[in-house]
């Protein structure tokens, strides 16, 4: 059984290649440039299931036809975790909105005209930002479920990079369910997609670290390195540990009661100053010497300032239980500290 995995080198995908190697499948994943691809060959110590192409940019019309006009025919699952995630743009359409919409239509695409008979499933990474615009994130009166879409409109998200971010993964989300509703008689794959809050955890690879961190685990590695007295954003949110963003990604597949299901992934909600309270309890060595906020503060805070998330039904059908909110700052912590210490 091969598996298709798109943007393999990033921060959620390399515990999905993990994962699915361990689990015994082929993994074709693709990569930006011959050196990340190399790189990642590296990490994997040349596993015999795992080969790399390269899709420079999913941007790109028909970015993907070239490895699904060679492999097209073995693949049996594939999972679409590229998308850009980062906020350092003013041009929302070219950086954000439309590399994530052409990227999951072009998948799409390579998918209905080279391997239509064999692709059995697909996952599509999307987001709890799909879920809701953020001024509505803040709306203490509201619930968001698996039912839930954000409400902005192409025009309406491009107020600023993060609303920008979120009306991405809400469009490519859209377009995906779009083409399957276009595509029913075209192509044989069932749809599922992961709707992760922030997601929080360990990197695979502890020296992912030492080159910028990616856009959520920045939140926690900002607060690690801050100084004593700083004030921090107080981010608040849905939050999930990779290591069950990753199992997800495997059960949506796996799981047949997951196919046509939008899975959000979310433990619990957070806030900044509960992780500033983790670090500040559980690591001696930073005690005194990073931001303390206002300890305690957090779940007033959220209670004020934050929507609620009821993702029963996704929980129900996954079937296992999620890492909690401690266990996950202290591993991504500990690693940022290990890491640090060896510099
Ligand atoms: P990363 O930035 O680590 O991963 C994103 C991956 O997509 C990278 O491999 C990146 O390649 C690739 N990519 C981005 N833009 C392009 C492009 N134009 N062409 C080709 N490849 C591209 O972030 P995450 O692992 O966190 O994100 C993975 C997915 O999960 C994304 O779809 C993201 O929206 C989603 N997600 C993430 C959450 C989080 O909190 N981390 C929460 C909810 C959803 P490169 O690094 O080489 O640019």
């Not at 743009?89 to 239509?116: C, M, Q």
């Not at 971010?165 to 083409?179: H, L, P, T």
């Not at 597949?253 to 299901?261: D, S």
Request: glycine share 6%.
């Amino acid at each position: 059984n091969t598996v298709f995995v798109s943007g393999a080198t990033g921060f959620i995908a390399l515990h999905v290649v993990n994962d699915l190697l361990k689990a015994g499948y082929k993994v074709i994943g693709s990569g930006r440039s011959q050196e990340k691809n190399d790189g990642l060959l590296k990490k994997f110590n040349n596993h015999p299931n795992l080969s790399m192409e390269i899709v420079k940019d999913i941007a790109a019309p028909g970015a993907f036809d070239e490895i699904f006009q060679k492999h097209g025919k073995q693949i049996k699952v594939v999972l679409h975790t590229a998308s850009p995630f980062h906020f350092d743009t003013t041009d929302f359409e070219k950086d954000l909105l439309i590399p994530a919409v052409n990227g999951t239509k072009s998948i799409l695409e390579a998918i209905k005209k080279y391997a239509a008979d064999t692709v059995e499933k697909v996952v599509v990474t999307s987001s709890v930002a799909s879920l809701a615009a953020p001024a509505n994130m803040g709306k203490n009166n509201e619930t968001l479920t698996e039912k839930s879409w954000n409400t902005d409109t192409w025009e309406s998200c491009q107020v600023n990079a993060v609303a920008a971010y979120c009306g991405s993964k809400k469009f490519a989300e859209q377009a995906a369910w779009d083409f399957l509703k276009e595509n029913k008689s075209a192509v044989k794959f069932t749809l599922s997609t992961v709707n992760p809050g922030y997601v929080f955890g360990p990197q695979m690879f502890a020296d992912s670290l030492k080159n910028g961190v990616n856009t959520s685990s920045s939140i926690v590695a900002q607060l690690v390195h801050s100084k004593a007295g700083e004030q921090f954003f107080n981010y608040s949110g849905a939050f999930i540990d990779v290591r069950d963003v990753s199992k997800a990604h495997l059960a949506a597949f796996e799981k047949p009661e997951c196919a046509g299901e939008r899975l959000v992934l979310s433990e619990d909600l957070f806030c900044s100053q509960d992780i500033v309270d983790i670090l500040n309890e559980e690591f001696s060595q930073l005690k005194g010497k990073i931001a303390v906020g206002e300890p305690g503060s957090g779940p007033g805070f959220l209670e004020k300032t934050s929507c609620k998330l009821d993702n029963s039904k996704t929980k129900k059908l996954l079937g296992f239980k999620f890492y909690n909110f401690k266990d996950c700052i202290v591993d991504t912590a500990s690693q940022m500290l290990e890491v640090q210490n060896e510099a």
